[in-house]
């Protein structure tokens, strides 16, 4: 069932049509990653009894797991993306122990592979599910997010909320939320310890760094983030989706509380790096920050260790964005980066 070695029944997704989605539903979308599309249509088709199988967080957050959602509380815990391999088979496992089960899955376009191989070998009903997956920048390793949580635990003491992606101004500007016995921790992704190292690509599962899945897909529907200068003015959050099977397609229509747009087929590159076979190397470093987090050297040490003097580097660059309007920074960065050739 291993994704890697049976794939026949990925495709191409870079000739499917593009759409702009959201969630008419604002504290929904709100609560969401980008437009509130997955949660949206959990609800949907729970309605239609189907339940969901989504990605949640253990009682103490240092665990994901994904968990069969039949009710609406349960559906709630799948929102927001968890930046770390999710166990799969609890969930999966529950939604295969009846035949005649309906079920929504969403996961990792790898996650989503190996599960349609096991629906298809086990010969389940094609109308029983429905398959959602999404762009995958790669997952963290469990050592890495240990540190986090570490981390967390020692700025706010036993977490009761987590939301790695809290919107409070923009959505472009997402920030980690915690919330804990002790306090509470609000910080912009991209300045925290964590944040820096995964969107550095640091640490990731070893799979991820050679991952061809970006621009292939086994489910019925992709899911992702429209970035990009389209939705640049969008406070709220929009997703991008891109039906793969007539089945996805029907689904997005014909759900009431979603709105789609459709947009150019090249959009897709302006939103999404899609790549084909090696998709980042792996950073410098990797293996020695792996080592020292192994061995409890906090992310805050971590960080002093290998990243300062690079954010030095770059300090007359923050500078200049702080103080001059956003249409001259472009024409700064270009001259920036001549000079450093
Ligand atoms: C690890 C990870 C990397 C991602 N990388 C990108 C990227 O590079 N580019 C991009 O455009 N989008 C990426 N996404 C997807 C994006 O963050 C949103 O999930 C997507 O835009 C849908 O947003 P939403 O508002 O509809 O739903 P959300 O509320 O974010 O819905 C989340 C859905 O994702 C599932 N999910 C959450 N965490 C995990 C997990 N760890 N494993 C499996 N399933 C999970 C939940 O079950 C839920 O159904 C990534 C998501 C994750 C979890």
Known sequence: MCPVKNND???????KDVYALWSKTENLRLLSTSGGVASSISFKLLMENYATVGA????????????????????????????????????????LSDKNNKYVIFGTPCQIIGAKNVLKKLQ??????????FFCHGIPSYILWKAFIDDLNSKVGRIYSLNLRFKDTDWH??????????????KKFSKDPFGKLY?????????????????????DIRIGDFWGEFYEEN?????????ITEKGFDLIIKSKDIE????????????????????????PNNDKVLEDLKKGLSLKAI??????????????????????????????????RWIRK
């Not at 500007?173 to 609000?186: D, Q, S």
């Not at 150019?264 to 190397?281: A, D, H, V």
């Open 124 to 133: 389940i009903d094609e109308l029983n599910y429905y398959l959602i997956d």
């Open 303 to 336: 960080y002093k260790i290998y990243f300062f003097k690079n954010d030095i580097k770059r300090l007359p660059l923050k500078l200049v964005k702080g103080l001059l309007p956003k249409k001259y920074i472009k024409f700064v960065k270009k001259a920036i």
């Open 173 to 186: 500007e997402f920030k980690i939320r915690a919330i804990g016995k002790n306090g509470v921790y609000l």
């Open 260 to 283: 789609v747009e459709s947009v150019p087929s090249n959009y897709l590159f302006g939103s999404q790096l899609i790549k084909e076979g090696k998709r980042f190397p792996v950073p």
């Open 9 to 15: 029944s990925v495709e191409d997704i870079t000739d």
């Open 199 to 219: 969107l550095s690509n640091y640490c990731l599962r070893n799979t991820c760094y050679t991952c061809r899945f970006n621009k292939f897909s086994a489910a």
């Open 235 to 243: 406070k709220m959050g929009v997703s991008i989706v891109l039906p």
């Open 56 to 95: 949640v967080y253990s009682r103490d957050y240092t665990r994901v797991f994904h968990e069969y959602c039949d009710t609406i509380y349960k559906i709630f815990d799948t929102i927001g993306s968890k930046y770390v391999q999710s166990n799969f088979s609890i969930g999966f496992k529950k939604a």
